[in-house]
Nanobody
Framework: VQLVESGGGLVQTGGSLRLSCATS????????MAWFRQAPGKERQFVAA????????HYVDSVKGRFTISRDRAKNTLYLQMNSLKPEDTAVYYC?????????????????WGQGTLVTVSS
C-alpha cells in the first residue's frame, strides 16, 4: 500500500497547517489509519488515529483540542488539521495504515507507512 503525505512546512507559533495523506481506494475504504510524528533526536510517537469509517477517533493528550484527524473516503485521503501549533509540535509527520478497520495506536499494529512530511513551528 502506498501512502504519500503532503502539507508540511514552516509556520509560526499559533499558526495552522493541514496535512494530507493520499492512499489507495482499498485502504481508504477498509483500514483504520493514523498519524505519528518523530521529533529530532526522539522516538516516533503516536499522534491521532481514526477508524475505517471515521466514526471513531483517538488522540494523544498533548494534541487534544488542537488537532483533528479526518478522512475523505471518496477522495482516498487522510487529513490532520493542526491548529494552535507550538514549537514542540516540530517533527516529521507520518501517516500509517492499520492491519484492520478499527483504531490502533501502537506502531506494531500498522502495516504501511508514508515517507513523512516535515512540520517546523518557529517560536
Amino acid at each position: 500500500v502506498q501512502l504519500v503525505e503532503s502539507g508540511g512546512g514552516l509556520v509560526q507559533t499559533g499558526g495552522s497547517l493541514r496535512l494530507s495523506c493520499a492512499t489507495s481506494r482499498r485502504t481508504a475504504s477498509n483500514n483504520g489509519m493514523a498519524w505519528f510524528r518523530q521529533a529530532p533526536g526522539k522516538e516516533r510517537q503516536f499522534v491521532a488515529a481514526i477508524s475505517w469509517n471515521g466514526a471513531g477517533t483517538h488522540y494523544v493528550d498533548s494534541v487534544k483540542g488542537r488537532f483533528t484527524i479526518s478522512r475523505d473516503r471518496a477522495k482516498n485521503t487522510l487529513y490532520l488539521q493542526m491548529n494552535s501549533l507550538k514549537p514542540e509540535d516540530t517533527a516529521v509527520y507520518y501517516c500509517a495504515a492499520a492491519r484492520s478497520s478499527w483504531i490502533y495506536s501502537r506502531e506494531s499494529d500498522f502495516v504501511s507507512w508514508g515517507q513523512g512530511t516535515l512540520v517546523t513551528v518557529s517560536s
